[in-house]
Nanobody, 121 residues
Framework: VQLQASGGGLVQAGGSLRLSCSRS????????MGWFRQAPGKEREFVAS????????YYADSVKGRFTISRDNGKNTVYLQMNSLKPEDTAVYYC???????????????WGQGTLVTVSS
């Protein structure tokens, strides 16, 4: 499975960005995909996940109400819409895939490369 993330950039506080992650290679109807982030000097942390079938989503408390994860099965792509961005959202964002929703949140089987999001104050 290959994951390709895109959409990062520089935005002012209060602004919005949408990240995309396309997957290719081995496909599976079950499982989930998610987003993680790593800020400078900090450990990588879970942000959001979505099942590949169904509507189940899961968010970190720090992004609830501001970020929305969604998927387009036809395009094999997962999105992360980020609104009301804060300087503390600045990080490298990584997409990930796993065989189960719990697995993708705790120990993803596959990682994409990161995309940098910088939020200026």
């Amino acid at each position: 499975v290959q994951l390709q993330a895109s959409g990062g950039g520089l935005v002012q506080a209060g602004g919005s960005l949408r990240l995309s992650c396309s997957r290719s290679g081995r496909t599976f109807s079950s499982g989930a995909m998610g987003w993680f982030r790593q800020a400078p000097g900090k450990e990588r942390e879970f942000v959001a996940s979505v099942r590949w079938s169904g509507e189940s989503t899961y968010y970190a408390d720090s992004v609830k109400g501001r970020f929305t994860i969604s998927r387009d099965n036809g395009k094999n792509t997962v999105y992360l819409q980020m609104n009301s961005l804060k300087p503390e959202d600045t990080a490298v964002y990584y997409c990930a895939a796993g065989n189960t929703p719990f697995g993708v949140r705790t120990s993803p089987a596959y990682w994409g490369q990161g995309t940098l999001v910088t939020v200026s104050s």
